[in-house]
């Protein structure tokens, strides 16, 4: 397995899970009611502006307890620290046989699965979720295969039904993922995080090379998809309110296959519906401005737009960056190749072997410069790019909060005609339709209520949500420039190292 990261601090016909080039859009307007979390946790989601994952943890372990104390005969083994003795949980090692992927080739049954994983004691420890993806691996032929990945997760969460557990996905399911939450959340003022993009030229690529070539073909693509969905699956897990949702649990958690997600093709009715959902949104973020009167929201617009502007150029400079390493890495791979045909060549004994030496020594410069180009890429390139996408999310909040404005102020407009026609019907005593008009009023008025208390809520969530934002944000560039930097001193370390070896056979010739 590989290095799992910690939450510190994202086929319909012949192409399937990359035909969609568009990004999901907010399709339906603030509604009264949202989903509540299902099965034996019900949690109301409408009142989740104070949420609070420990809250939520211990109300359900209070109610397992008291089930399993007046009711159950099976006894619960607790150790001498508070952890629940228990049987580590069965994982599915077998990825699922193409073309179709039944639960049976995903996982097997849910042996290891209990509800009485909730009755262990919580310390006060910090909650945690750990998830890596790995070993892709491609399942069917031609233009019908995909990509399959294994999701490995580790959680002391007692809302999750095991400790650690790791399940089979596809492209398609994460994207369906995203659509889920972005679709709960967003319009509540949350920052979902991004699902990596779709990329029709590189998964066509994988899809019509042959079974052996897929193997070293496209290596770079996947591997960078690879890393994206497990940053994908890692922000959102470090969220208090997103890792406790029933459909990302359900991702994680289940060892069958996820319903097929139509939202996420382009060419659906769906597809097409938020594509003209989509212009409707540019086109109205465009022509309207909303009279600001909070300046902490005015400022941190302001932040976000230069922060992203500042972003962009780092990206477009780090890209630049990578080029040039690669590069010079080919062409210090040609110095090599070149060097080595002179050592064979020059009749002086001295020389010819020190000409040979030179070039190992080139070659293993290449492949330096060929590994400081993927950390450029792999490690800054790609954390850049995911902020871009992270900072896209908060302006998508923004507008939702404008939204819920509109809405307010134009219940308000609403609101104020029907007391004019109210006024008008009493001055001109008319009384069969005074009734109406004045029930019409008190609608309207509760509606301007409830939608001042929707923008007042999504204003405060967003502060909430910009704040941790910020936090993880520096906390996250702390950890990656650090890395950043200990690879980058390795490689010069390992270039000082093979200098100092090749300064004496320099000196040797005579």
Not at 31 to 55: A, F, K, S
Not at 59 to 80: L, M, W
Request: negative net charge; hydrophobic residues 35%; charged residues 30%.
């Amino acid at each position: 397995m590989s290095e799992e990261k910690a939450t510190d601090f994202d086929f319909r016909g012949k192409i399937d899970d990359d035909d969609d080039i568009f990004k999901s859009a907010v399709e339906s307007p603030m509604t009264d009611t949202d989903r509540t979390l299902h099965g034996d946790d019900e949690i109301d989601l409408n009142d989740d502006d104070d949420l609070d994952l420990d809250d939520v943890v211990q109300q359900t372990i209070s109610v397992n307890i008291a089930e399993n104390v007046h009711g159950e005969n099976e006894s619960t083994i607790i150790g001498e620290e508070g952890q629940q003795n228990q049987t580590r949980p069965y994982v599915s090692d077998s990825p699922p046989q193409a073309p179709t992927r039944s639960a049976s080739t995903i996982g097997a049954d849910d042996r290891g699965s209990t509800n009485n994983e909730t009755m262990k004691t919580v310390d006060n420890e910090k909650h945690f979720v750990e998830i890596t993806v790995t070993e892709p691996q491609r399942q069917g032929e031609g233009m019908s295969s995909f990509l399959v990945y294994r999701v490995t997760t580790r959680t002391n969460i007692a809302l999750f039904r095991r400790k650690e557990f790791a399940v089979w996905r596809r492209f398609s399911d994460f994207l369906g993922l995203h659509a889920k939450l972005e679709e709960k959340y967003l319009r509540k003022g949350r920052i979902v995080p991004p699902a990596p993009e779709k990329n029709i030229l590189g998964t066509t690529k994988i899809k019509i090379s042959n079974q052996n070539e897929g193997q070293g073909v496209n290596t770079d693509f996947i591997e960078k998809r690879r890393a994206g969905l497990e940053r994908f699956l890692v922000r959102t897990a470090s969220h208090s309110v997103l890792c406790i949702d029933p459909d990302f649990r359900e991702f994680l958690e289940s060892d069958s296959d996820l319903p097929r997600s139509t939202s996420t093709s382009a060419f659906s009715g769906a597809g097409m519906v938020r594509l003209f959902s989509k212009f409707g949104e540019t086109v109205n973020k465009i022509s309207y401005r909303m009279d600001e009167s909070d300046p902490w929201f005015e400022e941190k617009i302001q932040n976000i737009e230069a922060l992203e502007n500042q972003l962009r150029k780092v990206h477009t400079s780090i890209e630049v960056l990578v080029i040039n390493r690669k590069e010079s890495a080919q062409s210090t791979g040609s110095f090599a190749k070149s060097a080595a045909i002179l050592s064979n060549s020059d009749e002086h004994d001295g020389l010819a072997r020190a000409l040979a030496k030179l070039a190992e020594l080139e070659e293993q410069i290449e492949q330096i410069q060929n590994d400081q180009a993927n950390s450029d890429f792999f490690l800054f390139s790609e954390l850049l790019k995911d902020y871009i996408g992270l900072i896209g999310s908060v302006k998508e909040v923004f507008h939702e909060r404008v939204k819920a404005y509109q809405t307010w102020q134009h219940a308000q407009q609403v609101l104020s005609k029907k007391r004019e026609a109210k006024s008008k019907l009493e001055l001109q005593v008319k009384n069969d339709r005074i009734a109406q008009a004045r029930e019409e009023v008190i609608e309207w008025e509760g509606k301007v209520e409830r939608y001042q208390e929707d923008f007042e809520s999504i204003s405060r969530i967003i502060k909430k949500e910009l704040d941790q934002f910020e936090v993880a944000r520096v906390k996250e560039f702390k950890k990656i420039i650090i890395k950043y930097l200990e690879s980058q001193l390795k490689h010069q370390e390992e270039l000082v190292k093979y200098w100092e070896a090749f300064l004496p056979e320099a000196k040797a010739i005579s």
